[in-house]
């Protein structure tokens, strides 16, 4: 069994890592921590798991004292994993869920998350856990960097073309999200009589995800010297989901057949991927780890749609998938779940 | 033209009070306070309003110094209005939005609103603004304690079976709510992740409606000494709208017709009580300021349906609706907002 | 391994049947049916189980063909189970998710659905499949009628305090449900325009449901000659969840503690039976089998608060939870479906 | 007073006709036709508007007999207008909203909508009804073809910008619409089990929109030929509302504010168009005919984001605007509708 820890179970990145943890047959989730909560029952803050765990959170330790566990997850607000993760044993794997560690370069860092990173000689260690593109680092590896749901859907619905170095020019990437990506602290923008009527875009030009799609794309495209990606999100008055729509102009001409050809080459063994045809749909994938991909293709313009689960997926789901990788087993062990008809 | 003042008018009551008498033939805004906005435009908080009105919200004056006013309407959060009356120039016709001055008994307001009342002596001037009910008192009126939301919907729906001393035993209101009437700012229970797909019982036994219901359905009705009220509230996952569903058993068996007949003998007249067969909906009744009213009997036991929009019927609606009859304007002057479909 | 198969695969109750039957350890869906799919794959008509099944809809067999099989769902529109059931064999457990063998009185059957029962003698045979209060002789039954939604989150609000003599005079049951209930085939009444902003009462004192509740109830009452029973039902604008809120009138004074007590004697044993402190909430329940329960006590009423899924507990859930018993294995097995959070 | 009749008041646009029309100061609606509910009450298809209005519906006349009325509305399904306008008066004037006359080309017509077009001929007398971009013509029209929902968003944000030849190269407009877009009649994908948690792109590369857009706006631009334009819309889970994400490659860099101070030479006497900082929100227009139009500036892209309500500015609101244009009136007149907040 693998003696799991999560630091910082009381968001919505936690919420789901219980959800998952406390059913993975090899996993034994040893500790919780929510310093605001320290001492209740970890079901008093997440109703849903009343009757199926009977944990409570506890303060966040020394986080030198954790060696007693295989592996701890930090599912903590932007900013605490870099203090945290440097002290961390090195005998103990670690999973970060938060953006403090997926970016390679200082400078990006301080551009987008607006500080100096206090760590970067740790952030070497990390590896970025896009399982299906980075698999085998990542089996390798004692720290990930788990990457941004944003960036999930957007890094997996280009990866094949620009692996295959089929794209040039602009890349418009147009995201939407749901309410929980801004996180269980309520806040002015997740007011429900605001919310539930509203969409809108935000962060134009500025998104932090943008950087770390950059720098995975890079590094698996022959060709992106001669690209650029435009970057938008938006928000949608749904709980769950995110919805890319990638809109790019191909290298040289093809056809809704060839588009598909490629995408099976690329993904027919990846479990977690279904490729659709027509338009996938964030109500298929909710709760879930899958990613449902479609695309369609005219004279100039290839268009490739992702859906996925922002909390799943895009976050607590493949950290798990990242974590069964390092642990060598069934990569998607406790992770099939199936969503729901409605 | 009258000149009016709205206190506390970055609000959800506030709001509405703005979208009606900004298009009130015979009204000018002429202040509009915020206090934590004080020199920004109006429509930077209230977006809707763009292009509509040039109004910059002000500081709170002295209330003293409002003489300029012809009426004062307070939209203020609870408790600061029982500060402010007392100090209004006589001369100012003042409207209430808040449970501040809605309870004669003080007993009663320190049980439900946890505590003493400062100015039970200027609530003597206060006369309840339940419209329909009251018309005569609220045309002599310089004061007005304007309903709750909750309470316009229970008083509207028991009010023909009571005055016609019909009812006997006790009487179960089960009252659902939009998240709006939790007010403009975010907080936990209206946090859009947790809110979008909940349904739940609050206050149970204690919400602070309650008293003003019984005080004015006492007042109307010879037997209510023989009834007792059950009053329970719950959330619904929609922005606008109040649903009261009323359980009655009736002092002698009833027909449908027999109700119906003397639903209309009441309201007939009554150009915001809309009497509807079958269900009223709260869809069509948003934005609006009628109420929908539909009922059911079988032996032993009426039940009434009543919807009504919150923030109009059960606020600002009734607000103006009072206004106008205490400056001698035509009642439903301002007020025909047709709701639309969908 | 237990062959089952479910006829009617295609509407809600086929699709959650597949959601749990898929993951059961000791289960092999082995048919499914849907005249209107024949042939088509499963996940073409539920794309939430894309990569989770290969299966195909088949047609309707002739049901005395079915002896291969170890237990028949029939999930099917009301009023088919009973021209099907008859002629399954013997040998094969039948589980009915539909209305049609739930009343054990004709005149009742005729008055509520509309026309006479064909098949009261097969009728005869089926067992109310409420678990918790009929467990033993599910353990023994061939044939089940599984409860009705509302009737489920009813029956268990009311259990415990009339099993238990404690309830006189008139039990009120203002009862709400999610779109989901109304099926998957569009109509008026779920369109997507005018559902999302509603809340409206139907079905005024003549839901389906309200005789079996009051079959069940007397079976297990004391006294349910000295009680009455209205049972309203309305419309919330969310996909899953019954929400019950139930009013009673205690026998004699009973405290909130002493309420709880007697839940906690009564459930305490019960997994899928979770008592909670204040008001249960249908966003805790969603996507699981888990009944939540509230309660509140005053002078002279006593209020239960119920939420469950509508298409786990209130169908699919408690299918499988009492197939689980008629072949004598652990009663949650495949059932142990974590709500999430948000 | 101008005699309206709207043809096809059952519908969406039928009603926000009539709930703008009912109250328009210088409109009396003399006809409203619905063949199925001929005889009804038309508050009996929308209560929204008991109280306010005592018109029945009628069948649709011989349109030929139709010229007693000033001024014509066909809110009909797409395909049955065209069928219609040539036998209406020429003293008559008319307003279409459905998609049969705005394209003059029989080719693009067919290729879009799939049939031949019987009323080439008379679709030559129809102005495409673009308010702020056709202005003149419509004041002289007597037939418009009044824009849809789409079309209007996409080109007014890209007008000022085109009409000033600064963009070149491929133009991605991604767009986003609530479900009222898809009509009053329930069908699947407007199930509200399956559409109130779902975000999917449809009409890939393929909606009827498209042309007419192109056609709008090659008529403006001097430089269109340079042009290409991908067109994409998706379903947002809300009722009302449509957003548009419009990326351009500038022709030459421009900086945020020249973006800005283009658009208000273009639009700064508009009165239904704001311009706004950052993105407008669908939740600020929703009821109302106001378009809110944002923009951001990178080094080689320029984003427009435009918010409309597909039924007010998108439809009926719209057609309003031109027929007060029609017929000299001051082009606001009935239409100042103010949206709400929340």
Chains 1, 2, 3, 4 share one sequence.
Request: net charge negative.
């Amino acid at each position: 069994m693998i003696k799991a820890g999560i630091l910082g179970g009381s968001g919505y990145g936690g919420s789901e890592l219980l959800r998952i943890l406390l059913f993975h047959p090899q996993v034994e989730v040893a500790l919780v921590t929510a310093n605001e909560h320290a001492g209740k029952r970890v079901d008093s803050v997440h109703p849903n798991l009343a009757k199926l765990t009977n944990l409570k959170f506890e303060s966040m330790p020394d986080p030198g004292a954790l060696e007693d566990l295989d592996c701890v997850f930090l599912a903590l607000p932007h900013g605490q994993a870099m203090e945290i993760a440097p002290s961390l044993p090195r005998t103990v794997k670690a999973i970060d869920l938060s953006g403090d560690f997926r970016l390679n370069d200082a400078a990006k860092f301080k551009q987008f998350y607006g500080r100096e990173h206090p760590a970067m000689e740790a952030q070497r260690e990390f590896v970025y856990g896009l399982t299906e593109v980075n698999r085998n680092q990542i089996k390798e590896a004692t720290r990930i960097a788990n990457p941004g749901c944003f960036a999930t859907a957007l890094e997996l619905g280009l990866f094949p073309l620009l692996a295959s170095g089929l794209v040039k020019g602009k890349i418009i990437a147009d995201m939407k999200t749901g309410s929980s990506g801004s996180g269980a602290k309520a806040a002015a923008n997740t007011h429900h009589p605001k919310r539930a009527n509203s969409f809108y875009a935000y962060k134009v030009f500025e998104h932090q995800h943008q950087p770390e799609v950059e720098q995975l794309l890079s590094s698996v495209s022959p060709q992106w010297s001669q690209c650029s990606l435009v970057f938008q999100v938006h928000s949608i008055p749904v709980v769950r989901g995110i919805f890319a729509s990638i809109y790019v102009t191909p290298a040289k001409p093809m056809t809704h057949d060839e588009v598909g050809n490629l995408f099976r080459e690329f993904y027919s063994n990846e479990f977690f991927i279904r490729l659709v045809e027509g338009s996938p749909d964030i109500n298929w994938v909710k709760n879930t780890n899958f990613v449902d991909i479609g695309w369609a293709a005219s004279d100039d313009t290839v268009i490739v749609f992702v859906a996925l689960d922002n909390l799943v997926k895009g976050a607590a789901g493949q950290a798990v998938q990242n974590m069964n990788l390092m642990f060598g087993i069934e990569e998607r062990t406790g992770l099939v779940l199936p969503g729901s008809n409605p």
